[in-house]
């Protein structure tokens, strides 16, 4: 059974860092670029970075770019996503997702998703 299971989200202040866990299981992750998505009450999904299955040239939206870093350890089938500088904005639930092709941003062009994790930003 395929499966992915962020982690690590939770309540914190602005300025503040957090590092989400994408674990995957009934698959061998390094065959796999992941996505991490997130998704604000109301609004739509949306992309926030993503890595290949190689690990090289990681992609970030613009609103997160300098603050985010993706990383993945093959060995332990898990992805990263480290977060820095927190902002209210950054509010949402996170979401990862794995394809096997290269990197991708799209929402429809992820095959498999977790379940997602909540990150609260404030005061």
């Known amino acids: 059974q395929v499966q992915f299971v962020e982690s690590g989200g939770g309540l914190v202040q602005p300025g503040g860092s957090l590092t989400l866990s994408c674990a995957a299981s009934?698959?061998?992750?390094?065959?796999?670029?992941i996505g991490w998505f997130r998704q604000a009450p109301g609004k739509e999904r949306e992309g926030v970075s993503c890595?290949?299955?190689?690990?090289?040239?990681?992609y970030y939206a613009d609103s997160v770019k300098g603050r985010f870093t993706i990383s993945r350890d093959n060995a332990k089938n898990t992805v990263y996503l480290q977060m820095e500088a927190l902002k209210p904005e950054d509010t949402a639930v996170y979401y990862c997702?794995?394809?096997?092709?290269?990197?991708?941003?799209?929402?429809?062009?992820?095959?498999?998703w977790g379940q997602g994790t909540q990150v609260t930003v404030s005061s």
């Open positions: 997702a794995a394809r096997t092709r290269g990197l991708a941003i799209r929402t429809t062009e992820y095959e498999y």
């Open positions: 009934g698959v061998t992750l390094r065959y796999y670029s």
């Open positions: 890595i290949s299955s190689s690990g090289s040239s990681p």
